[in-house]
């Protein structure tokens, strides 16, 4: 019985998205096919690292940082060329990313528009212009701080990261109607 509503805690927002999310979408954009309701298909966190060079204990530090807010191992990226002015060099380690998808992606949405964005400090909402035109929405992080996994002790630097909803959306106004259902906080104007 104990799993049963482990289970029940932890798809929460997934049956609240079926249950209700996707009914209201398509009372507001006439959907004829299920199918075609928009849903979020994966969330991309992407930490871009440049004290990496002149540290390595940064590079794992800031990983790990990662892993915890994600709950999920993140690939480190490297650059694919040379750039002087950056001092940059091919095949350099310049960040960290993950990829979430399923369960996990469901987990950190919630997490997300929950718990860390209402810690930010002066928090009037995200940004309504943050489309790309395709549906898909970015947002920054200036601080790892803001989720609840992230001591403050044991934070070395403050470091801002990227978050990226892709969405199976064909315009900007029913990926922001969808986000706005499952709970993103966009600011009043």
Same mark, same amino acid.
């Given at each position: ?5 482990? $289970? ?9 998205? @079926? ?22 298909? @994966? ?12 540290? /390595? !204990? #940064?590079?794992?530090? %800031?990983? $790990? ?5 994600? +709950? ?6 490297? %650059? ?6 950056? !001092? ?6 310049? +960040? ?5 998808? +399923?369960?996990?992606?469901? $987990?950190?949405? %919630?997490?997300?528009? &929950?718990? /860390? ?6 928090? @009037?909402?995200?940004?309504?212009? #943050? ?6 929405? /970015? ?22 990261? $990227?978050? &990226?909803?892709?969405?199976? /959306? ?9 986000? @706005?259902?499952? +709970? ?6």
């Amino acid at each position: 019985m104990a799993e049963k509503t482990n $289970d029940v805690q932890r798809n929460w927002l997934q049956a609240y998205y @079926k249950e209700t999310v996707v009914p209201a979408l398509i009372k507001e954009f006439n959907y004829t096919n299920i199918n075609q309701v928009p849903k979020i298909e @994966k969330i991309v966190l992407n930490m871009g690292l440049g004290d990496v060079r002149d540290n /390595a !204990k #940064s590079l794992q530090l %800031a990983v $790990d940082e990662l892993k915890l807010i994600a +709950g999920q191992k993140p690939i480190v990226t490297k %650059a694919k060329k040379s750039v002087a002015n950056f !001092k940059v060099r091919e095949g350099q380690n310049v +960040g960290a990313k993950v990829t979430l998808r +399923g369960q996990r992606m469901y $987990d950190f949405f %919630a997490k997300l528009t &929950c718990i /860390a964005l209402p810690r930010v400090r002066d928090f @009037k909402g995200v940004s309504r212009k #943050s489309f790309d035109g395709r549906g898909n929405y /970015a947002l920054g992080v200036k601080e790892q701080l803001i989720f609840p996994e992230i001591s403050y002790d044991q934070v070395e630097k403050i470091r801002g990261f $990227d978050i &990226c909803v892709v969405t199976t /959306a064909n315009t900007d106004e029913e990926a922001r109607e969808l986000l @706005k259902l499952m +709970g993103m906080p966009f600011a009043k104007n």
